[in-house]
């Protein structure tokens, strides 16, 4: 695995080719739609630029980073004389390769990338899969010289995985985003709310986060539900959204419902 | 300030009463119904077990850290010689001091404590009212003797800032409840998610959360959406809840609905 190419610029391609090349991985080539990116990015990890057709036959695995839906695309284009290859992402499965190449898998690194932030990427665990158990070691100790955790990972399994993945990440991010709003509403300064946000995560490494569910929908306080409904009375939408989720919480803790 | 009394001994009460006797104030009292965890309290922090009705006329301060729908009533039965008192509370106004005493306000920890687990009580935001402006800046001054962020706030402000953290702590939470049910439902150690979790909040420091908004929602990606729909099908509520939390985001990002 000492040669490495990536389709792909974007964040997830990023991230990973720093690490690899950290690592002590050579990283050969960047293809990529977006030129200047590609360009940009095989400057920073001292890899040539090149297009799909012209990844080098020599090279001992192609990772592909590109959104999902461009994923079965670009596998259309890629020489089949290419011997390992993997995608990255957690809601696609293997079998978007085909069998069309002799090793393919999936290299899944479970965590919200961008470029602009530093990331911890020892701290990020990756999920492997592959068509065949050799490569797939290979691809879980690839995975170990940069990360502390790996695991094998069925495409099902990682279908749930990243479905919790949404509500860990996608729906938390618009908690936040409403917690922020409401405080600028009224003109509060909204950081803060952030160091509740921290540790509201932060104590899920001591406890389950069902045990730490607290509020007025978990202690049926119908009076103050009813209060903070009226707050929001201008935005009717999520005035609603306030009501669906507790009332999901009352029905777990109270098995009632408002 | 310098002698303090407790009403309540629960998980406010508990860390507060320990960061202010290390921060070189005398806790003279804990009065509260539990007496066994009053008495466990006392212990902690060099202070007596009292009634309500001997707690000393020459404290400084007394302080309310009970919960919610008991502040009105124990107001009730606080000698009226008390000349300074505060009650710990996001939701409750101000107003039910009624006037009673002749130094009264509020002293608000936006934080969710918890007993079992370490708090770096420095990184907690106070939030402080009082009918006077001396008084105010008394507590405002006691604040930052354990924290590093104390902020005069009136109750309609503070009204809005607690609904705002129903959504930072609870509603979190409830997504992280969520995640992890599903991971577990598939036999999947949930820890895996955390780090996703962990990330998605630490980047608010530099970050806000409306640019962070990634996921199936976000870029109106129907297909994942629909395929996340029919993982739930066994799960009817929770199913609805991801539509409900979708179409919020589709609302915002796109201004389209499912």
Known sequence: MNNISFIGSGNVAFHLSKALLSAGHTITSISSRNKSNAKKLAEKVNAKVCDINEIDDTVNLVIIAVSDDAISEIIHEIPSYINCIVHTSGAVSMDVFN?????????????????????????????IEANGEAFEVELKNLALKISQRAEIMDSESRKHLHLAAVFANNFINLMATEAYNILEGKN??????????????????????KDMQTGPAKRNDLEVLKKHEELLNSNSKLQSLYRQISQQIMRKYNGSEL
Chains 1, 2 share one sequence.
């Open 99 to 127: 069998n069309k190449f002799e090793n393919f898998g999936v290299f899944y690194p479970l965590q919200s990338f961008s470029k602009d932030r530093k990331l911890a990427i020892s701290l990020v665990p990756f999920l």
């Open 188 to 209: 509060i300064d909204a950081s803060l709310i952030r160091p509740l946000m921290i540790e509201t995560i932060l104590r899920l490494e001591d406890y389950h986060p």
